[in-house]
């Protein structure tokens, strides 16, 4: 969704937005997810929450700082051909007063760290 520009005509690229929401339709099981926040955690500091897993966007934890919550939703499996059953999840990455290039970085560290093996 872009943001028209403002009268006053200053760049809103980098704004930070109050909230903003994206979905990933993953193939993984709860276990995969979690370990590969393992990984992630190594790189963003990451806290364990009832309703899913929040992530500091910067390394310093600074309270009011941008974050990402991660919530996973299991949805029922597919099978491929009637041979292969793969797992699905509904991930949703909800980030808070994080900038366009804030989640933009986070959202390649995501993708890099959920990377598994194949094409």
Known sequence: MNTPSP?????QSDATS???????????????FEASLERLSKTLPLTK???G????????QTPLGP????TFQALAGVTLGGLMKLPR?????????ATSKDRTKFLQ???????RGGG
């Open 53 to 60: 897993y929040q992530l500091h966007l910067t390394s310093d």
């Open 67 to 70: 974050t990402a919550l991660l």
């Open 109 to 115: 560290i995501f993708d890099k760290t959920f990377q």
């Open 18 to 32: 109050s909230t903003s929401t994206n979905e990933k339709l993953m193939s993984i099981t709860l276990a995969e």
């Open 49 to 51: 929450q009832h309703q």
């Open 89 to 97: 999840a509904k991930v949703t990455i909800e980030f808070h007063g």
């Open 7 to 11: 009268p006053d005509g200053t760049d």
